[in-house]
C-alpha cells in the first residue's frame, strides 16, 4: 500500500532570511510521499530567488497582498494529500518529523490531528526553551493555547469539516482552528519533538501587540462565552508597560490587577458576574499568600494564574 501523501504548505513574503532552512527541512524528510507548496504573498526580497533554487521539488504559488491566512487557504485549496501540515517561512521540522506524524494519524484512525512537542528558536536558531504542550484536553483550550502550530498535522477531511482557517482571525488564525476542530475531532498529542518555532524580537511591534492581546480575548468571548482573568490580565499589563510577555516576560502588579477588572466586566459584559468572581477570588489567594509575594513581584501562584495565555499565538501571529 503506498504511504498517503503529505501536503505541506508555506506562506512567505520576504523571508529571505530563513526561507531556505524552512525548504529543506520539509525536502530532507525521510517520508517518501510529500507534496510541498509555497504560496508566497509576493516578495520583493530573493525569497522567490531562493525558492527557484529548488526546482520541481516544491511549487511556488505567488498570490499578491495574501496574508498567512488567505496564503495557507489558497495552498491547501491547490493542494491533493490526505495530511495537511502548514509550516511558517521562518521554522522548521527536525527529521523524521512527518514520518512520525503520518504513523501517529494512522494508528489513531479516530484522531482528526495529531501533535508533537516543539521549541522556541531565536532568529540565530539558538535554543530558546520548550514550547509548552500539553495533553489534549477540549476544555484547556478555554483558558490557553497548548497546540505548537508547527509540530500539528490534519486530516484533509478534518481540516475541511472545520472550514479551513478563518481570515477574521488574523493573528490568532491557528488557534481558532483547533477550537473548532476540537468540537468534531480527538487530537491526539504524541511524545516526539516535531518542529521549531522561531521567535524573533525585531517583528514584534507595540501596534500588533495590543492588537493580538485584544484579538485573544475576543476569540475565546467568540468561542465560550467568557475570556478569563488570565487572558484579559495579559492585555491589561501590556497596556501598562508596553512588555511583549515573552523576551520581556510579564510583571504582574496591583495595578495591572486592578485595571483588568473593568476591562474584563467590559468584554465578559454578557457575563460580568463569572468575571467579577474570578477576579476576587483571585485577589483573594493573592492577599493571602501576601500581596507583594502574588501580586506585585509576579512570585507565587499568581503567575500561573494571571501569566500571558498564549505565548506563541500571541507573538508569532504579528510577525
Keep these: 500500500m503506498n504511504p498517503p501523501l503529505a501536503s505541506i504548505v508555506t506562506p512567505s513574503l520576504n523571508a529571505a532570511a530563513h526561507i531556505e532552512e524552512a525548504v529543506r527541512s520539509v525536502l530532507e524528510q525521510d517520508y517518501p510521499s510529500i507534496e510541498y507548496i509555497v504560496v508566497d504573498g509576493g516578495s520583493t526580497d530573493p525569497t522567490l530567488e531562493i525558492l527557484s533554487r529548488f526546482g520541481d521539488r516544491l511549487r511556488v504559488v505567488v498570490e499578491q497582498g495574501s496574508g498567512p491566512v488567505e496564503a495557507i487557504n489558497r495552498g491547501f485549496a491547490e493542494a491533493t494529500g490526505e495530511v495537511f501540515a502548514w509550516l511558517a517561512a521562518d521554522d522548521y521540522y527536525f527529521p523524521g518529523a512527518i514520518s512520525a506524524a503520518v504513523a501517529a494519524l494512522e494508528a489513531h484512525p479516530d484522531a482528526g490531528a495529531v501533535y508533537g512537542d516543539g521549541v522556541w528558536v531565536d532568529a540565530s536558531g539558538r535554543l530558546i526553551g520548550d514550547y509548552p504542550t500539553r495533553d489534549f484536553d477540549p476544555c484547556l483550550l478555554a483558558r490557553e493555547c497548548f497546540l505548537c502550530q508547527p509540530a500539528v498535522f490534519l486530516r484533509r477531511r478534518a481540516f475541511e469539516s472545520a472550514g479551513g482557517l478563518d481570515p477574521r482571525w488574523p493573528h490568532?488564525?491557528?488557534?481558532?482552528?483547533?477550537i473548532r476542530l476540537s468540537r468534531r475531532w480527538k487530537l491526539e498529542r504524541i511524545p516526539v519533538r516535531l518542529a521549531a518555532s522561531r521567535m524573533r524580537r525585531?517583528?514584534?511591534?507595540?501596534?500588533?501587540?495590543?492588537?493580538?492581546?485584544?484579538e485573544n480575548i475576543r476569540l475565546l468571548v467568540?468561542?465560550?462565552g467568557y475570556?478569563?482573568?488570565?487572558a484579559v490580565f495579559a492585555y491589561a499589563a501590556h497596556l501598562v508597560d508596553r512588555r511583549d510577555q515573552f523576551f520581556e516576560p510579564l510583571k504582574p502588579t496591583a495595578f495591572k490587577f486592578a485595571l483588568s477588572l473593568p476591562l474584563g466586566l467590559y468584554f465578559n459584559r454578557r457575563r460580568?458576574?463569572?468575571?467579577l468572581a474570578e477576579w476576587l477570588a483571585a485577589g483573594r489567594r493573592a492577599v493571602g499568600r501576601g500581596n507583594a509575594g502574588?501580586?506585585?513581584?509576579?512570585?507565587?501562584?499568581?503567575?500561573?494564574?494571571?501569566?500571558s495565555p498564549n505565548r506563541e499565538s500571541s507573538l508569532r501571529r504579528a510577525d
Design 172 to 178: 490568532t488564525f491557528d488557534y481558532d482552528l483547533w
Design 202 to 214: 525585531g517583528t514584534i511591534t507595540l501596534g500588533a501587540r495590543r492588537r493580538v492581546f485584544k
Design 222 to 224: 467568540h468561542h465560550y
Design 227 to 230: 475570556a478569563p482573568l488570565r
Design 272 to 275: 460580568p458576574a463569572c468575571f
Design 294 to 307: 502574588a501580586i506585585t513581584s509576579g512570585s507565587g501562584t499568581a503567575t500561573g494564574e494571571l501569566g
